[in-house]
């Protein structure tokens, strides 16, 4: 089988802690617990018939991604990089968070994310997409769990692909 | 390889364990300073731990006399290990055979503390956001009432 190792990264407070539960255990919690350091977790998908085993890591929040230990980014196959669409502080550094991130973990596959669609409407996340200077991969709720797993097989064709 | 030297490597306080591990992930020897390894002898701790198993093949690479591969802050899933800690990842040689040496160093105190702080830290940012996010919206009298 093969093993993949998937970093979980961007700004605090957007739900990369929730992505993680919501994927590993099938479970959201509205408390707010900020994380320190990382944690590591890993579950096995199936993507066109073969298994994949991601091993996901979850990375404390950082308002820039420079301020992250290079140490986390090492062997990374992918990056997922969560935005929240109701704070625009979390996509204002998303052009130079992707460029230096593109540096650090050479031929990954990196997907944004939009998190939180449960929490603005559709009209809300149409303004946001005019704005962003990167336009996302996919739209998330960690809460409801809407398109949590269609995340992770999307990742996972490309992580099979590459 | 005796029991001896692998002692001089691996005599720490109780804060800190150093597990000697072969190049197939298997334990070889351990101070089971924080956690006892003894039913783990001979299987590859890559299996109870998902954050070893995704940095095997990246520890297999580390050169003798390179600097230490350092993962500070690891929340650790394992029941084993129930804290937060401090990972470090180096290459030894002992009597011609080659090992890496795994150093657990326990700051869960020191972490939960400043998780404390990290958190108060974070929902007042985030709380600014908002306030900014409200006040930006208002450009009349009106919409301070509407606001409330």
Known sequence: ?162 | MTTTTTDQFIHHPSFNQRILLEESGCIVHSCDSIFSTVDLKEQPVTALFPIVESLYLNLEQIQLGALPLRFPGVESISERLPGIYDFSFVRLQLKGQSYILWSIYDYTELYIELRKYQQQKNELDMYCEHLEQRFKDIQTPEDVLNDR
């Open chain 1, 1 to 162: 089988m093969t093993s993949k190792k998937v970093i979980l990264t961007g700004s605090f407070g957007v739900g990369k802690t929730s992505l993680f539960n919501q994927f590993i255990y099938n479970r959201f919690s509205e408390k707010y617990l900020t994380t320190i350091g990382v944690k590591v977790n890993k579950k096995v998908i199936e993507v066109d018939g073969s298994e994949v085993s991601i091993l996901l890591w979850d990375i404390a929040g950082e308002v820039s991604q420079d301020k992250v230990p290079t140490s986390y980014f090492l062997g990374a196959s992918g990056i997922i990089y969560v935005i929240d669409l109701t704070r625009p502080s979390t996509y204002k550094n998303i052009k130079s968070d992707i460029d230096y991130l593109n540096q650090i973990v050479k031929g990954g596959i990196t997907k944004i994310v939009a998190n939180k669609k449960d929490l603005v409407t559709v009209e809300q996340i149409e303004g946001i997409a005019q704005e962003i200077v990167l336009p996302w991969d996919i739209v998330t709720s960690a809460k409801t769990g809407e398109n949590v797993e269609e995340l992770f097989q999307e990742l996972g064709k490309g992580l099979l692909a590459g």
